[in-house]
């Protein structure tokens, strides 16, 4: 009777254990990123009164006589279900759908949410708002370029960036009079196309076209660089001293973009050797990748007998404008669009899987850190090798399903009230025992 009572006594304080866990669940049903509990039980050893025996003689063997001595507690899971995810419309709120974690710089080392709470600081430093701790992943280069070979460090959004575009590519469309006199110096078309060099510069430059006076349906084209500076210095030069060439047009007037019958598309481009404003400047070379490698597209030059008059219908330069927001995608890419319509690529979170993610410890404010069941962390890309994607705008909300949980609240009630009953049982038991002196 004694050992009832002892193994009540056990069997109640599992019990309140499993309500414990049981409680912490439903306490954090509505925390964002909480993963729930679960207790396991297991039979305590059994003390052998008689052993079993082999059937021998005609008779049939015996079992073994044994007393159970009452349960423990097994262990206490953490569940890696998928949470529901809730709409907030807050850009910076990030939800992990499938395996995986964000990476979290902490004081010690690093730290794994599911809790995608996220803001920019005032150092424009990507923040866990829970915890105060920087997210970690990779920042893009001035030319938004992102090595992920490199170690993860922590996430800089740098808000108030200005950025521009140089000029590459100049769309020219309209028509040069097929009529025209080439002996005639007045009967030229000018046109003037602004262009940006890699500071934000705008540079006008002068275009002008000549009809060849012995080469039927063949423009002569020159640029001339914009006026001078102040400082008797022109904006800027031709790697080949000018920029000149010819447009050549097919007997119907339309562009011909390969006079030579080779195959191979004509491509003009403007060179600039030195800009006077200190921006980017190359060695001649018609290298369309060169940012001051500019491509005049003549496509859309017709030569009808019409007057001549050309004109800009599209340049891909950009003058500076400042970063207003950014976004992000399902692989955790961080954007930045510029109040020049400029988007530009700013940085990239990092996920971290592990080969047991049960082994995990839960270190408080919804961080979990590594254990030596856990394995270390796999640091990669959202999306990638069975890691989950991300959906920017919502959040992971708990996945404690309260129907559950009550359930379990019920059968832990039982539980500790069925085991309480044996502790009164023994000790009447105990009571009848001692009576039996009287």
């Known amino acids: 009777m004694i050992r009832s009572l002892s193994m009540a006594i056990a069997s109640l304080r599992n019990h309140q254990v499993f309500m414990d866990v049981i ?3 439903i306490s954090n049903v509505n925390t964002t990123g909480y993963k729930a509990s679960r207790v396991q039980f297991q039979e305590l050893l059994s003390q052998t009164i008689r052993g079993s025996s082999a059937p021998r003689g005609g008779a049939g063997g015996l079992n073994p006589v044994q007393i159970g001595l009452g349960m423990a507690l097994g262990g206490i899971d953490t569940l890696f279900t998928q949470g529901s995810l809730q709409d907030t419309g807050r850009l ?4 992990i759908q499938g395996n995986g974690f964000f990476v979290l710089k902490t004081g010690e080392g690093y730290g794994y949410v599911r809790d995608g709470n996220l803001d920019v600081g005032v150092d424009g430093g990507l923040v866990h708002l829970t915890t105060g701790y920087k997210v970690q992943g990779w920042t893009a280069d001035n030319n938004g370029n992102i090595d992920t070979g490199e170690a993860v ?7 108030g960036m200005r950025l521009a575009r140089a000029t590459t590519l100049t769309n020219l469309s309209g028509n040069l009079d097929a009529g025209a006199d080439p002996t005639d110096p007045e009967q030229v078309a000018n046109m003037t196309i602004g262009v940006y060099d890699s500071l934000g510069n705008q540079h006008e ?3 002008t076209f000549t009809k060849s006076a012995t080469t039927p349906n063949q423009w002569d084209w020159a640029a001339t660089p914009p006026d001078v500076n102040q400082d008797g210095a022109p904006d800027f030069t ?8 010819t447009v050549v047009f097919k007997t119907d007037g339309s562009y011909n973009a390969d006079p030579d019958g080779d195959g191979i598309n004509n491509d003009i481009y403007l060179e600039v050797a030195d800009f006077n404003t200190g921006a980017a400047g190359a060695a ?9 490698s500019i491509h005049l597209d003549f496509s859309s030059i017709t030569q009808l007998v019409n007057l001549s008059e050309v004109s800009v219908a599209n340049q891909d330069g950009l003058a500076p404008g400042a970063l207003t927001t950014f976004s992000m995608s399902n692989t955790g890419e961080i954007m930045g669009v510029f109040s020049n319509g400029l988007t530009r690529r700013l940085g990239q979170i990092a996920m971290a899987k592990f080969q047991n993610s049960g082994g995990l410890r839960k270190e408080g404010q919804s961080l979990f850190n590594t254990s030596a069941n856990s394995g270390v962390a796999q640091i990669g890309l959202p999306g990638q090798d069975g890691r989950g994607q991300i959906s920017s705008g919502y959040l992971e909300m708990s996945n404690v399903e309260l129907a559950q949980q009550f359930t379990s609240m019920i059968t832990a009630q039982r539980g500790f009230q069925a085991n309480s009953r044996v502790i009164t049982a023994s000790d009447e038991m105990l009571q009848e025992l001692v009576n039996l002196t009287r």
Request: aromatic share 6%.
């Open 23 to 25: 409680a912490s669940n």
């Open 92 to 95: 910076t709120d990030l939800a």
């Open 153 to 159: 460090s922590s996430i800089n959004i740098p808000l």
């Open 205 to 207: 430059v002068t275009i």
């Open 238 to 245: 031709f790697a080949n001293g000018t920029g000149s060439g």
């Open 284 to 292: 001649y070379n018609a290298d369309p990748d060169l940012d001051s």
